[in-house]
């Protein structure tokens, strides 16, 4: 947690802004030795962040005045479009995908995604992900999130729509024959795969819809690790 | 698992290769459905890669064939070296370090470091993690691993050494005025702090002793986001 996210409403009042949420007074208590008159950073969800000082300590809450404002990170020109994660990594993945500050993601089903991972609680959780890698990476601006349930319509009907000479759309695939491009200059759009990968029909039909095939390497890597590894590599 | 990884004695016989090790027989149970005559890819630790062929499976075994021999991917020329992580969190670093190819890795001391970590018994399993990101990658070359208990011995008697103008150490630091670089072409050393960072004695005493402190841009990464990130913009 790199700033604490306020909602709009708990700062409602010019001169003092409360942390009131149980997760943040946990975590501040835990990890940072906060004493009044200390600078805390805050975000305000889809606002400014700020400096602030502490005025005030209890255990319910903490009340901060507002000092000076600071930037907000800007988004990577980047749209991600995963094939739904496992619940038991789709936290991770999110608020990676989060922090490390990708304007859009969709969440597209996939032969080789369970079902069953469509029903999982976790997918309840989305904004509270968000939150966490927005509250890492120090940004206040929550991603755009959809999901699509069927495969064959989003790759037909929706895919080509994002997809232009300007702003090409690179799918991962360990058994392309291109490499995926270093520091582009432009938008992009990119798709990763389930574990296990897309099947060869999924991989001709995003091609078929203006996908270029890209490996990482000979290397196999985790979701995770692919989704940093590829934004570390195609962005300036 | 992309690869199940056999010790040299498992595979003394030529004809006759077992699987025996009960969480690689589990793994296999639940994740592949196996059947006689199927095809499994196998790496020998530090040794080939072989497509094998699978002759017979029990409970307790899974009897192969070599068919053919495959390339072992190359290892990055990279040598990774990280403030000590949390207990919780090395397992996973460490796995992505290794799926990742890096060389060598070398586990230092830092003040954010706390020393409890060094107690952990989690450092005890280092060599399970090794496996884990070998059969993750598809590579059967363990990286050389060190640990330095004490930063500043390390980084004024060690480091140095490991340092010339065709091997370049980069420091990863948020408040860097340089830029990581994109696709270098050379052998070189990156450092990756603690949660929280190193503080400004640390940074002074790596850039006094030949480091070049490089930013990320403005957002705050997760120590195991940091890597594959930088690791994905640094290799060509």
């Given at each position: 947690m790199n700033i604490v996210l306020l909602e709009p409403s708990q700062t409602a009042c010019a001169e003092q802004w409360l942390i009131e949420n149980p997760r943040q007074l946990q975590h501040l208590k835990q990890h940072v030795q906060l004493n009044i008159g200390d600078t805390l950073k805050i975000g305000i969800r889809h606002g400014q962040r700020y400096l602030t000082e502490v005025l005030n300590i209890s255990e319910q809450r903490i009340v901060l005045k507002p000092i000076q404002v600071e930037d907000v990170p800007e988004k990577l020109p980047v749209h991600l479009i995963l094939a739904l994660p496992r619940p038991k990594v789709l936290r991770r993945i999110i608020m990676d995908a989060v922090t490390l500050g990708v304007e859009r993601i969709s969440l597209i089903h996939s032969y080789?995604?369970?079902?069953s991972y469509w029903q999982s609680p976790f997918l309840q959780q989305l904004n509270d992900y968000v939150t966490l890698g927005l509250e890492q990476a120090g940004d206040t601006v929550e991603p755009e999130i959809q999901m699509y349930k069927r495969f064959k319509p989003f790759v037909e009907d929706v895919l080509p729509s994002l997809i232009s000479a300007e702003k090409p759309a690179y799918v991962a695939h360990p058994y392309a024959d291109q490499s995926m491009p270093h520091a582009i200059q432009q938008t992009c759009t990119v798709i990763v795969g389930p574990e296990g990968g897309f099947i060869p029909y999924e991989i001709e039909l995003l091609k078929k819809n203006g996908c270029q095939a890209m490996c990482l390497g000979n290397r196999i890597l985790r979701t995770e690790t692919a989704i940093s590894y590829i934004l570390g590599r195609l962005i300036v």
């Open positions: 080789r995604v369970d079902k």
